[in-house]
Nanobody
Framework: QVQLVESGGGLVQPGGFLRLSCEAS????????MGWFRQAPGKEREFVAC???????TYGTSVKGRVTISRDNAKNTVYLQMNNLNPEDTAVYYC?????????????????WGPGTQVTVSS
């Protein structure tokens, strides 16, 4: 069992940046594949980025080139650096974890989820 808590969301102007954090409980964080997803009002949850324990990464097409996922196993934390934000990035951002080794963009592959953090991009 692992518990996840996201932080770092907020209101940012178009063109701005944010760094989201997701801290996990437990001693086996380094073994988990970690993912970021987002959900805008009235839309389905969308894949943003993923990193596995081998540091393999993949990104969603709508954010590729603007976001970077990274992890600090000593701090049990995964990060999402988001740059050049636009209003279409407005959503609740969720962190997910799975013991599966392979990187995955599928929501159903993740076993644990945090409560989410709101990101609003507006002038």
């Amino acid at each position: 069992q692992v518990q996840l808590v996201e932080s770092g969301g907020g209101l940012v102007q178009p063109g701005g940046f944010l760094r989201l954090s997701c801290e996990a409980s437990g001693r086996t964080f380094s073994s988990y594949t970690m993912g970021w997803f987002r959900q805008a009002p009235g839309k389905e949850r969308e894949f943003v980025a993923c990193i596995n324990r081998g540091d393999d990464r993949t990104y969603g097409t709508s954010v590729k080139g603007r976001v970077t996922i990274s992890r600090d196993n000593a701090k049990n934390t995964v990060y999402l650096q988001m740059n050049n934000l636009n209003p279409e990035d407005t959503a609740v951002y969720y962190c997910g974890a799975t013991m599966r080794y392979y990187i995955s963009s599928r929501e159903r592959d993740y076993d644990y989820w945090g409560p989410g953090t709101q990101v609003t991009v507006s002038s």
